[in-house]
Each structure stands twice: as structure tokens, then as C-alpha cells.
């Protein structure tokens, strides 16, 4: 989840209960209306707010509804959200997680969607939740075991009823993108990117799945949840924020409850306090619907009363939150896990509508904005400290004002505390420079300018303003208010609310003594009943849409190819939209080429000119709306520079000049090596950069891999600034092509680039690369590393064939159908069938250049007791792929109507163009594939799954605890092989 503003903050990114199933109800006496019962027509009254950038009409429905409608025509296609002022703080104290639980269930139908026999399934319904009741108040095990095995049986009689994710496949079918859900501490939102034609039946299906709670499938759902709990068992940074926000929130439900809940909780679940709930919160006049799209305002608007209108208003639900008292001194906590250590300090601050809130803003960029913000220079520019950084939380009730650092090889988390609280202190004093603010400001403009080219951002702010109790006015008018801190403000601020009140969170790296888990039920797979359809289900499923046609990128139209002095070529597509722009200079060598590429490259974000220090090169770029980056990978370098096109030439003078004469600092590549040599240290902790990054290099190439072709210890302290900055300098004499997205014409640009640009007249050719075979997988085999977690995670790996772009077509379908969403193969058999994984996916990718392997990647990730259950089922799956008519159909569908509403546009096009090239493809590759559709069936998709999945070798990829996993199981894979930490990174 990206980063967002007020209730959609970074935290989300770590701690949001982001699920694969969820979505809003509605009354039960809406769920027995006919379709057909249309309510007349009315005329619907709105209101505006003056210099509104997003021009918004808010609407109230009579039933209390909120609508918020913002008109974005750059595709065919509407976002949409529908946000419940409901999360875990409205959780009771004896069953935390619910509100959770109740958005995974939102996705399981009504009492007419996902069934094909409510009668009868009801009737089972009842008895599991008795039951349910029952076992919560059992404290004998072999009672709770016995009323669990009553569970599962009724259960699978309920399922014989069920049609499992009937809403996955209509909202497939129907082109949605990111169906999904979220639940955070004082909201849940359900949201969906649709195709502007699918309007009436979006809202047909939400209003009917979201009025309505119904426990179906609830134990093998429940068992979902407890693999999302296991996963955050496992991470590092979720235990320290729990940490964090348990000791800045000791009364409030902030830190007593989270989103999640206790292992405890989740073990003695309640359908009874779940189905309370709902009727308590999820009412229309505690709820909103905010869109941002393609749409007509006043079609919208009918459309929505017609269907949401039905629901029924109910009391307003009342929360009243616990006061906390001051903290009268540091609160100091620990918390170990695998992973690397690294500190965590948080302040308490004032909720959401307070003006010291919008004061924390500041305060958060003075402190951290990328570029010149005091952690950016006193401590990141300098290398002080490995990495470091500043973000605020604000909610309703209270804020959170949170600094982080990694510390150095040698260096103490007491001493990166003691750095970032000398931030603080400048803070406090005033002792940051004058023109610092108003920069602020004017990157605040600049991205929301950006953010409001996308529907997500727009709709999320009218989320963010009405989950915070805002009116659109007064949510638009923080943003004046943020443009009118003074200094005077932010030191007042910051004495009042920094002193010594802080929480300190010390991530150690070490068995954690605390460690849980959630033990694995006995759960008989329930039926996927993948033909079944409920009779909701044909009635949305043929109410008939208006045709798109889809738009392809013409790349003799759509971009403008041109020629620099030195013969570079410049590709270009105009900005009509606003006043930002794009330049990046593109050079086809990398890492691959020499290891000594990625070291300078780092290196040049601490080094300054002839006539700036780092710092002050920094500085210069914020001033001036602008900002620099530049990156390697294996076989490009990305040389970029961004911001206010009126600012063009100021930028491009800056950064060349620090491309020409970049100024040797040798302390600068002392840290930098210092600082790459504990990074390296610290990966070998990351079970994600294990797993995914070394384990899958070391299986597609060997020991020798791009991966590990790296400076060893020695070579990297050899190194000499005078080599790095030759190569700095080099970059503009190799042959390379340029991309500038931005609203000046193309001949500007060239005039300007002919200037300001520095090349000689004569580019040399791109040296040769050290080449990577991909290796054949010739036998069946399973390399395993240990890693201390509770859950095992497992990737299947199969190369295949060659990029062929004729496969590009049947490629796709077949991922559709087979992966493409929790309506899919994959998902159902796995998940909702079967409940082994919170995710499981199996894909066949694409490679990235014209003269490499595709790859088949299938993943799981599943409590290591599960191992064996988990890798029969994923190799049942790939061997032998369940046929299913109505699938492949949703399939076909959604993959046509999500083509027909895509708009490549903007800067995408340039970068639809350079993945083209590296492809050897001429034209956009989605028109082959919309024009293969139509005659693509089931039949020659089972054909190309029997010839290229089926039976093929594999490389099975496991990361687990040695305690835990199960080697003779793995044994009946292949041959089992432990990989070293050593052998994977080549250090």
C-alpha cells in the first residue's frame, strides 16, 4: 500500500490487515428487496466548495450515506472506495480482530449472491455459530477438540450450498483492478478500480454484499486470518510498531488493541459478536462512497441512490475515546527477531483536526523530506547513522510522531538515538534555515499537482477527510493552513510536544522470548462448487454494458523521436496536464558490465561540485522544486532528473555540473564502503532478500549470478575516488538515449538539451558484459536455508521457453485463469478450499528482454506444519489443472475489459516503448493480445499448460525454521540441498 495522508500513512504499509477478500454490508432487510424494486427517480442536491482543485460534488444520501464524486477523464475507468468509520479501536476488549474478521467475510455473497440454496444453508449457518458460542466458553482441550470437529463437519454440509467467490469472479469478469480491502484502527475501506461501463453492475453488487453480514465458509476463512497473524509473527518491524504504539497508547484502544488481535482472540472467534458489530457499524450514515473517474456526475449519482439508497439509516454509532495521561519520562522497550537491529522513537501528538496536527506535518518534512531536511543532511548525507528517517501517524483521536534509524558497524543504538534527538533539539531552537519552509510548501504543491493525475489519490483524500470528521472545505482548507506555518510556529510546536516523552523501541536481533503461534486446526477441504452459480449471480453477470474500445500506443503517433547534437536520440511525449516534468538519460550497461558501475553511482549522492558541497547541491535542488536521482541495475543506468518545468534549466545546470566536476570526498567513500559492507551484514538477516532475491539468482545461474557478482571486501576498500569519479564522468560519453516527459515542445527541449546537456561529439559504444547463462533445469531438486520464522514460505521454479512474443497472447489468458485473482484457480483451491496460505500464487512470467527464459514462479507461504499439505496441493494444481467453463469465461472477459479501460499515457508511454525495444517488439503488445482473444478456448489453454507446466523439472526454493520443517516430506520433491549463507551471496 502506498504511502497516504492522515488514515492511509506508512504505518499501513507495515501493520494495515490488507486482505485478499473484503467489502462493506448493508441492512438484512435490504438483502430480500427485489432488483427490480427500483426506488423513482429524484433529484439529488450537492454541494462544492470554491477553488476545489478536484472540482468535487458531496453528496448525502437520505439515509445518511456520503458520496463524494470527482470527474478524471484520462481512461475509461472509475476508482472507487466505500470506507466504514469502523476498525480495530471499535473492536470489544474481549474479541479484538473483529472488525478484520468482518471485512474477510464481506466477501462471501449475501443471502442470494454465493449461494444455491439459502434456505438450507442458513440452517447449517446457525448450528456453526451455536457451536462457535460454545466452544469460545470450553477451556478442556479435548472438549474444544471435539466441538471443533463438529464445526468442520457442519461446515462441510453448509459448503455443499456455498458458491465460493462469486463476487471475486463477477468483479473479474467485469475488468475490476485491486479488488481488495484494508482494515486500520478507525476504518475499513473496500475498494476496486472499474471499468466506467461496469457502473450499474458495481453498484448492484456492492449494495447487495455489503448489506448484509453472512458468516459462510467462516473456518476456512478463519484459518486465512490465522496465517496473516502467523506472517506478522514473523516480521521484525510489525513486532517493534505494536511495541511502539503499546507505550505511546497504554489506555487507548491504539496501543491496547490491534488489527489483528491476540492469538487468543483469533482462537475463540465469535460469529455472534461479529454479526453486533455489523449491525452496530456498518450502517449508510456511518459510511461513505468516494469515486474519481470517468464518470458523469449526475448518471453516478442516480445509480448509486438506486442501489445504496435501499439501505437503511440506523443510530449513529458512539465512540468515546480514553484520555491518556502525559508521559512523564522515556518508556524503553526491546523486542528481538532474525532480523537486523534498528531503533525506533515516538512522540504522542495531538488527533487529526487539532492545528498542532498540521504544525506535525511541517515538523515531519523539516525533519525528513528526501533531500534537505535535517535527517537528510546531519545524518543520512553524512553516513552518521546506516539510515534514518521521519514519519508522523495522524488519526482521529490522537497523532504519532515517529523517527527511525539503522545504525553503523560498531555504532550503538543509544548513539543513532542520540542523533536523532539532536535533530529534534535543532528543531526545537529554531536552528534550520529560513527558506527551508516555504520549499516545503512548494513540494507539498508539487505533489499533490502529481498525486492528483491518479483516481486512487483523489479518492483516497475524500476517504481521508471523512474518515477524519471533515468537511471537504475544511479538510482543503488544512492544506492553506499548512502553507501558512511560520518558524514561529513549528518551535512552539516542538517545545510543547518534544521533550523527554519518548517512546524508544530497541530492535534487537535475537530469539525472541515472547515468540507465538498459531497452532494449525484440523480443517477438511470444503468443495469449490467452480460450476455452481447462484441465480444473483446471472442476473448481474447479464445485465448488458456499453462496448469500450480499447486504445493502443502508436509509437510513430504517440511519441516524438528526435536527434541531439552527438546524434543521441531524444524520444518525447508532451505534458498537456500541468506544468511537471521528466528527463531521464538512458545508457544500455550496468552492473554486468563492471561491479564498479553500482559503487559510483552510490557514491555520487555524497559527493558536491567545484562550486556546492553534497549538502548544499541538495539544498539548491529543493529550492528550485527539483530533485536528481541516479540508479544501476545489471544492465542500465537510469540517470533522472525531475519537478518544475519552469525550473528546467536551473536543474539540468546543476546536474550536469555534477555529472562533469563531481568533487572527490574520501571520507565519503570510506563511510560509503563502511556502510555497504553492514548492509551486506544486515541482508544476510532479511528472509525476503534471501529468499526471493539470492535464493532465486542462485537457482536460475548458480553460485556465480548477477546477484553476487559484486566488489568483494577487499576490491571495495582497494577502491580509489579517482576511479569512481572517471566513471561519474563517463556516463555522458557512452552511447545513450534520452526521455523527456514535460509540457514544452520538442524543439525547446532540443534547444535546451543541445545547451545544457555536456557530451562529446563522438559517443564510445557500450563495453562488453560479463553474460550470465541461465542454467537448465535438468533434474527435480529442493535447496532449503534456515531461517528462525513461524511460517515456511516455498517457490516453485520452472524455466521454460524463450520470450516469444506469439505466446504473449495465450500467456496472459492462461494467467488469468489460472491466478488471476481470488476468483481464480490458485487462490480458490488453495485458500478458500483448502485453507493452506494467507497467499499463494503461480504465474508464468514473461522475461524482461527478448533473449531470455520465461520462468513458471508459484509461491506459498504456510505455517510449516502445513509444508506437506501446502507443496501436494500447489504440484496437484500445476499437474493437473482443473477445468472449469465459467472461470476461463471471467477469465477471457477480464482480460478484455481491463485492456479495452487501460490508457498508456503520460510518461507510461515513453516507458511502454523502452520495455518494447528490450523485447524486440515493434507495437504495442496488447493489441496481439485483445485481437487473439475471441479465439483463444479452454481446450488450447490446457494444451499449453499439458506442454509447458505440466510434469516439467523444478527447483523448489524453501526458507524455514530446521526445527520445524518437515525433510521427508521435501525428500519426496527431489534431491534436498541446505544453501549456506555463504554460498548464496558469495560472502
Excluded at 467475510?105 to 444455491?116: E, N, Q
Excluded at 557514491?603 to 541516479?630: H, M
Excluded at 547463462?773 to 527435480?780: A, G, H
Aim: glycine share 4%; aromatic share 10%.
Amino acid at each position: 500500500m502506498k504511502k497516504r495522508t492522515l488514515a492511509f500513512s506508512l504505518i499501513g504499509t507495515l501493520l494495515f490487515a490488507q486482505c485478499k477478500t473484503s467489502t462493506p454490508p448493508q441492512t438484512a432487510s435490504t438483502a430480500t428487496q427485489s432488483a427490480t424494486e427500483a426506488p423513482a427517480k429524484k433529484e439529488l442536491t450537492y454541494t462544492t466548495v470554491p477553488n476545489d482543485p478536484l472540482k468535487t460534488r458531496i453528496y448525502t444520501l437520505d439515509n445518511g450515506l456520503k458520496v463524494y464524486l470527482s470527474q478524471y477523464k484520462a481512461a475509461p475507468r472509475i476508482q472507487t472506495y466505500i470506507a466504514v468509520r469502523a476498525g480495530s479501536k471499535n473492536d470489544p476488549a474481549n474479541a479484538t480482530g473483529l472488525a478484520h474478521y468482518l471485512e474477510h467475510m464481506a466477501f462471501k455473497g449475501s443471502t442470494r449472491l454465493g449461494t444455491i440454496d439459502w434456505e438450507k444453508e442458513k440452517v447449517e449457518l446457525a448450528k456453526i455459530e451455536a457451536l462457535y458460542e460454545l466452544y469460545r466458553t470450553q477451556k478442556d482441550p479435548a472438549l474444544r477438540q471435539k466441538t471443533y470437529h463438529q464445526i468442520d463437519s457442519i461446515s462441510g454440509v453448509a459448503a455443499k450450498y456455498a458458491v465460493p467467490n462469486e463476487y471475486d469472479k463477477l468483479v473479474a469478469a467485469m475488468g475490476m483492478k485491486n479488488s481488495n480491502a484494508s482494515t486500520w484502527v478507525e476504518q475499513t475501506i473496500y475498494y476496486g478500480d472499474i471499468p466506467s461501463n461496469q457502473l450499474d453492475k458495481w453498484a448492484m453488487l456492492e449494495a447487495e454484499r455489503l448489506g448484509v453480514m453472512i458468516p459462510r465458509l467462516f473456518h476456512t476463512e478463519l484459518e486465512a486470518v490465522y496465517e496473516e497473524k502467523n506472517r506478522s509473527l514473523d516480521s521484525d518491524n510489525n513486532k517493534a510498531f505494536e511495541a511502539a504504539f503499546a507505550a505511546l497508547f497504554p489506555t487507548h484502544q491504539y496501543g491496547t488493541q490491534t488489527t489483528i488481535g491476540t492469538v487468543e482472540h483469533l482462537k475463540n472467534p465469535s460469529i455472534t459478536e461479529i454479526k453486533k458489530y455489523f449491525d452496530q457499524y456498518y450502517v449508510p450514515n456511518n459510511m461513505a462512497i468516494a469515486m474519481s473517474g470517468d464518470l458523469e456526475f449526475d448518471q453516478t449519482i442516480q445509480v448509486i441512490q438506486e442501489h445504496f439508497g435501499r439501505w437503511q439509516k440506523k443510530n449513529d454509532p458512539v465512540y468515546r475515546a480514553p484520555q491518556e495521561k502525559p508521559i512523564a519520562a522515556p518508556v524503553v522497550k526491546e523486542v528481538f527477531g532474525p532480523e537486523a537491529e534498528s531503533l525506533l522513537l515516538a512522540y504522542r501528538f495531538s488527533g487529526v483536526k487539532s492545528k498542532d496536527a498540521i504544525v506535525l506535518r511541517m515538523i515531519n518534512q523539516i525533519l525528513s523530506n528526501g533531500q534537505a531536511g535535517l535527517i537528510d543532511l546531519n545524518i543520512n548525507q553524512k553516513q552518521a547513522a546506516l539510515g534514518a528517517g521521519s514519519f508522523a501517524e495522524i488519526y482521529n483521536d490522537y497523532s504519532a510522531h515517529f523517527l527511525s534509524g539503522n545504525p553503523r558497524q560498531g555504532q550503538t543504538l543509544d548513539q543513532v538515538r542520540d542523533l536523532l534527538l539532536q535533530q529534534v533539539e535543532l528543531v526545537k531552537k529554531g536552528q534550520f534555515e529560513d527558506w527551508l519552509i516555504p520549499a516545503i510548501v512548494n513540494k507539498n504543491k508539487i505533489s499533490k499537482m502529481k498525486s492528483y493525475e491518479s483516481n486512487a489519490a483523489r479518492a483516497t483524500a475524500f476517504v481521508d477527510a471523512f474518515l477524519a470528521h471533515m468537511d471537504w472545505s475544511e479538510y482543503l482548507q488544512q492544506e492553506e493552513a499548512f502553507e501558512k506555518i511560520t518558524k514561529q510556529d513549528v518551535m512552539d510546536v516542538a517545545n510543547r510536544y518534544y521533550s523527554n516523552n519518548y517512546v524508544a523501541i530497541y530492535k534487537r536481533t535475537g530469539q525472541d522470548p515472547t515468540a507465538q503461534k498459531v497452532e494449525k486446526p484440523a480443517i477438511t477441504p470444503v468443495p469449490a462448487n467452480r460450476e455452481a452459480q447462484s441465480e444473483y449471480y446471472k442476473l448481474v453477470a447479464s445485465k448488458p454494458a456499453s462496448d469500450l474500445q480499447p486504445q493502443f500506443v502508436d509509437y510513430q503517433k504517440d511519441l516524438q523521436e528526435g536527434k541531439l547534437k552527438s546524434g543521441i536520440p531524444i524520444y518525447y511525449t508532451r505534458n498537456a496536464e500541468n506544468g511537471l516534468f521528466n528527463l531521464y538519460y538512458v545508457l544500455e550497461m550496468g552492473t554486468n558490465n563492471d561491479p564498479k558501475i553500482g559503487l559510483a553511482v552510490d557514491y555520487l549522492q555524497y559527493l558536491g561540485t567545484d562550486k556546492y558541497t553534497a549538502e548544499e547541491l541538495q539544498k539548491e535542488f529543493f529550492k528550485i522544486g527539483c530533485s536528481f536521482s541516479v540508479s544501476s541495475g545489471q544492465d542500465q543506468v537510469y540517470v533522472s532528473l525531475s519537478g518544475l518545468d519552469e525550473n528546467l534549466e536551473q536543474g539540468l545546470t546543476l546536474f550536469e555540473s555534477l555529472l562533469q566536476n563531481p568533487k572527490a570526498d574520501k571520507k565519503a567513500l570510506e563511510d560509503l564502503v563502511a556502510g555497504i559492507l553492514k548492509d551486506r551484514k544486515d541482508a544476510k538477516l532479511n528472509k525476503n532478500v534471501i529468499h526471493s532475491v539470492a535464493m532465486v539468482n542462485y537457482a536460475k545461474y548458480g553460485p556465480k549470478n548477477p546477484f553476487t557478482n559484486i566488489l568483494s571486501e577487499p576490491q571495495l576498500k582497494k577502491v580509489k575516488p579517482e576511479e569512481l569519479l572517471s566513471i561519474i564522468k563517463s556516463i555522458p560519453t557512452y552511447q545513450h538515449h534520452v526521455l523527456y516527459y514535460g509540457p514544452r515542445p520538442m524543439q525547446d527541449v532540443t534547444a535546451t538539451l543541445n545547451t545544457g546537456h555536456n557530451a562529446p561529439a563522438s559517443l564510445k559504444p557500450i563495453p562488453a558484459a560479463k553474460e550470465f547463462k541461465e542454467l537448465d533445469i535438468t533434474k527435480r531438486q529442493v535447496l532449503w536455508t534456515d531461517y528462525n520464522m513461524v511460517q515456511a514460505e516455498l517457490l516453485f521454479l520452472t524455466k521454460s521457453l524463450n520470450y516469444d512474443p506469439k505466446m504473449v497472447p495465450t500467456i496472459r489468458l492462461y494467467n488469468e485463469y489460472f491466478d488471476g485473482g481470488m476468483g481464480a484457480i490458485v487462490f480458490q483451491e488453495l485458500r478458500e478450499s483448502r485453507a493452506l496460505a494467507y497467499s499463494a500464487s503461480s504465474r508464468f512470467n514473461n522475461a524482461s528482454r527478448k533473449d531470455r527464459a520465461n520462468y513458471i514462479m508459484s509461491y506459498i507461504g504456510t505455517q510449516a506444519d502445513k509444508l506437506p499439505e501446502a507443496m501436494a496441493g500447489m504440484q496437484e494444481l500445476l499437474n493437473d489443472m482443473p477445468l472449469a467453463a465459467t472461470n476461463f469465461e471471467n477469465a477471457k472477459a477480464s482480460v478484455r475489459n481491463s485492456i479495452a479501460t487501460e490508457r498508456v499515457n503520460k510518461v507510461g508511454i515513453l516507458m511502454n516503448y523502452e520495455q518494447a525495444r528490450k523485447l524486440g517488439v515493434d507495437h504495442d503488445i496488447r493489441k496481439d493480445i485483445y485481437e487473439s482473444l475471441d479465439a483463444l478456448t479452454l481446450d488450447q489453454i490446457k494444451a499449453f499448460q499439458q506442454q509447458f507446466v505440466k510434469g516439467q523439472n523444478q527447483t523448489i526454493l524453501v526458507i524455514g525454521s530446521k526445527d520445524r520443517l518437515n525433510f521427508k516430506e521435501l525428500a519426496k520433491y527431489g534431491t534436498v540441498k541446505q544453501l549456506t549463507l555463504k554460498e548464496l551471496f558469495g560472502y
